[in-house]
């Protein structure tokens, strides 16, 4: 597996423990709607959370969460109403991103900052 990908699968693992810890509770992992893929999708009470990931070693090209781009934010909006459609039984959705920082070095975490509702 190529570095960058170990480096967001590392990234999901720790937003997923992260918000478990919180009380959210994981309904899918990964899933694929339309040849794309949706990082995290979790309830909390009412709340539908639609959950993008994104997990950098330093910020050689700036921060995580910049990387979320109107394109990423309409292909989310986009699955979330399909998911919604299909899975009955929730008020609200609402669209999170964990942003996560890594040292170089070690992969330790150096920042995981959790945008509620952040478009």
């Given at each position: 597996?190529?570095k ?11 937003a997923l423990?992260?918000?478990?810890k ?6 899918q ?5 339309q040849?794309?893929e949706v990082?995290l999708i979790?309830s909390?009470g009412?709340?539908?959370?639609i ?10 090209f700036?921060?995580?969460e ?5 394109g ?12 919604f459609e ?6 609200k959705?609402?669209f ?9 070095r070690?992969?330790e975490?150096q920042?995981?900052?959790?945008l509620e509702?952040?478009?």
């Open positions: 597996m190529a960058h990908n170990q480096t967001g699968v590392k990234g999901e693992l720790l423990d992260f918000l478990v919180k009380g959210y509770n994981l309904l992992q990964n899933w694929r709607h040849h794309k990082d979790m909390l009412e709340w539908l959370v959950i993008e990931v994104k997990t950098r070693r330093g910020l050689g700036g921060f995580p910049e990387s979320v781009t109107a990423k934010q309409a292909f989310l909006k986009m699955a979330a109403e399909a998911y299909a899975h009955a039984g929730f008020g959705v609402r999170d991103v964990i942003s996560i920082v890594l040292h170089e070690n992969d975490v920042e995981l900052l959790h509702d952040a478009f």
